[in-house]
């Protein structure tokens, strides 16, 4: 079984420059989530989608940070325009409903 | 707000010795998980624990919920230095709260 798939797994960008992220989840699995873990600490639950609807985004910064996931599948989180504190790794993970989660590889963002 | 904290936040552990950690939250949950995270890499899931007095084991690592006391603890026994890792608890409320981590190093 092909796990969860994320890219680019390195972004290096300026603030207030644009960026976006894609998720590929694993086969079947409806829900899907994206989190921010920043360097030395555990990671930050931004948005939980069920299927192509949004479950939780409380801890997302809406006014810079987006997330689509239009067929249920794959999913897209974007910045714009980025902060020198949005540098950290962004994980996606997916699990068939609320169960155990498995997560991607992640993005290593870096905003320069 | 979901609170979770782990102690000990660094740990650093001879070959062969046991330890525990802990990982306290503030709201009633029943469903508590506990994942493994090497340097640079992402997490790997170890236990999920859905009900008070739950205890799962796996090699040298067992995990333990206490619902009523808001407590999850993960036992090391005679470790070894493949356990070198970051380690996480994560509560699920209305969403997930991961704790800080709990940095294990294995001396030999």
């Known amino acids: 079984e092909a796990g969860v798939a994320q890219s680019p797994r390195y972004k290096i960008i300026e603030k207030r420059q644009s960026v976006a992220f894609w998720c590929n989840p694993i086969?079947?699995?409806?829900?899907l989530y994206w989190y921010q873990q920043i360097l030395g600490q555990g990671p930050k639950l931004l948005i939980q989608f069920q299927n192509n609807g949004v479950v939780d985004d409380s801890q997302l910064p809406k006014d810079r940070f987006s997330a689509e996931r239009l067929k249920g599948v794959d999913s897209t989180l974007k910045i714009q325009p980025a902060k020198l504190e949005d540098s950290a790794v962004y994980l996606c993970a997916s699990s068939r409903s609320t169960d155990t989660q498995y997560f991607g590889p992640g993005t290593r963002l870096t905003v320069l | 707000e979901l609170k979770v904290e782990q102690n000990p936040l660094f740990l650093s552990m001879q070959e062969g010795k046991n330890y525990t950690i802990y990982c306290n939250y503030s709201t009633t949950s029943d469903r508590l998980y506990w994942y493994r995270q090497d340097p640079g890499k992402s997490l790997e899931s170890l236990f999920v624990l859905l009900s008070n007095g739950a205890v799962k084991q796996e090699g040298r690592l067992m995990a333990s919920l206490d619902t009523k006391a808001r407590l999850s603890t993960l036992h090391i026994t005679a470790a070894v230095h493949d356990l070198s890792a970051t380690y996480f608890c994560a509560v699920e409320y209305n969403d997930m709260r991961f704790g800080a981590g709990t940095r294990l190093t294995v001396k030999p």
């Open positions: 086969s079947g699995h409806a829900t």
